[in-house]
């Protein structure tokens, strides 16, 4: 599976982004994907994950109420809606697939594949 993200962009705070994430491969809709996010001199952070068929979804504190993960399996792509975005929301963020479906593992060891990340900036 090939994972690629998109939709990073320059943002004022209070504005939103949405995160997509393409994937290749008929094995994507069986997978679980989180989305992760790296800060600059910061260890790369768990932001949401979704169970393969979309039923359950789990969020970091901090994103909770602001972001939501979605996917489309139809399309192989998985979403991070960004809502009341801030200035420490700035990173750069990775989207991830786990080959055990129900996973929704918070733990970014965990994750089989990555994309490439895309960056996301808040201005205040």
């Known amino acids: 599976v090939q994972l690629q993200a998109s939709g990073g962009g320059l943002v004022q705070a209070g504005g939103s982004l949405r995160l997509s994430c393409a994937a290749s491969?008929?094995?994507?809709?069986?997978?679980?994907v989180g989305w992760f996010r790296q800060r600059p001199g910061a260890e790369r952070e768990f932001v949401a994950s979704?169970?393969?068929?979309?039923?359950?979804?789990y969020y970091a504190d901090s994103m909770k109420g602001r972001f939501t993960i979605s996917r489309d399996n139809a399309k192989n792509t998985a979403y991070l809606q960004m809502n009341s975005l801030k200035p420490e929301d700035t990173a750069v963020y990775y989207c991830?697939?786990?080959?055990?479906?129900?996973?929704?593992?918070?733990?970014?060891?965990?994750?089989?594949?990555w994309g490439q990340g895309t960056q996301v900036t808040v201005s205040s």
């Open positions: 991830a697939a786990d080959r055990a479906g129900w996973s929704m593992d918070p733990q970014y060891l965990k994750y089989d594949y």
């Open positions: 979704i169970s393969w068929n979309g039923e359950m979804t």
């Open positions: 491969g008929r094995t994507f809709s069986s997978y679980a």
